[in-house]
């Protein structure tokens, strides 16, 4: 079955800087890649994703990277924030319609 | 839309109890999943339903547990009898042709 490894499990970063999230995927079926920040005691929230047929998407200061062929997908952020402190999961669906999650990264800004 | 809407929001029992934790999916959406949240295991995806039909149940850990979905509107997830290891936030998503998940405010479970 699929299986999505994430790194690093924790990051912290200067307020200003660049944040940058690695998964990792194992089923090459996978066509769907959502990234979720989750704050603490809030439900997981989507704030970017990524379809096999693209290699990068950008949102203001988000973006997403994909590579199929090493089956590994990104997250940046960039000019952190202190509100960017969450912990941010990755996830890689299959053909069926199954998510995986990645274990989570704990972002922390310091300001 | 009201969004996926899950109750109880808390729920404190004694083990040994019967629990039933309910989810309302947005409206037409077609998938609906189950998910539970710990520190140790992180969110684990239990079981998934396509159009009130159950696809994937291999994340139920036990006998215990057990889930329905009698219509496209009503999910429930039930824990016979619970265990203190059950403590945790089981959360509800729904989508659309298993796209973007959207996830309720989630059930947060004590089992004493």
């Known amino acids: 079955g699929e299986n999505v490894e994430q790194h690093p499990s924790t990051l912290s970063v200067q307020e200003g800087d660049s944040a940058v999230i690695k998964c990792t995927y194992s089923?090459?079926?996978?066509?769907?890649f959502p990234w979720y920040k989750q704050e603490l005691g809030k439900r997981p929230q989507l704030i970017i994703d990524?379809?096999?047929?693209?290699g990068e998407k950008k949102d203001q200061r988000i973006a997403v990277t994909l590579n199929k062929t090493a089956k590994h997908f990104s997250l940046h952020i960039t000019e952190t924030q202190p509100e960017d402190s969450a912990v941010y999961f990755c996830?890689?669906?299959?053909?069926?319609?199954?998510?995986?999650f990645g274990a989570g990264t704990q972002v922390v800004v310091t300001p | 839309d009201a969004g996926v809407i899950q109750s109880p929001r808390h729920e404190v029992t004694e083990m040994g109890q019967e629990v039933t934790l309910r989810c309302k999916p947005i409206?037409?959406?077609?998938?609906l999943f189950w998910y539970r949240q710990t520190m140790m295991r992180g969110l684990e995806l239990l079981i998934y339903?396509?159009?009130?039909?159950?696809?994937?149940d291999s994340g139920m850990p036990e006998d215990r547990f057990s889930a329905k979905m009698p219509n496209a509107s009503f999910s429930t997830l039930k824990i016979q009898p619970s265990e203190p290891r059950d403590s945790a936030v089981y959360f509800c998503?729904?989508?659309?042709?298993?796209?973007?998940?959207?996830f309720g405010p989630g059930t947060r479970l004590t089992v004493l």
């Open positions: 998503a729904s989508s659309l042709a298993a796209d973007t998940q959207y």
């Open positions: 089923d090459s079926a996978s066509n769907y």
């Open positions: 990524i379809r096999s047929n693209v």
């Open positions: 996830a890689a669906r299959n053909s069926w319609g199954k998510f995986q």
């Open positions: 409206s037409g959406h077609d998938y």
């Open positions: 339903f396509n159009n009130n039909v159950p696809i994937d």
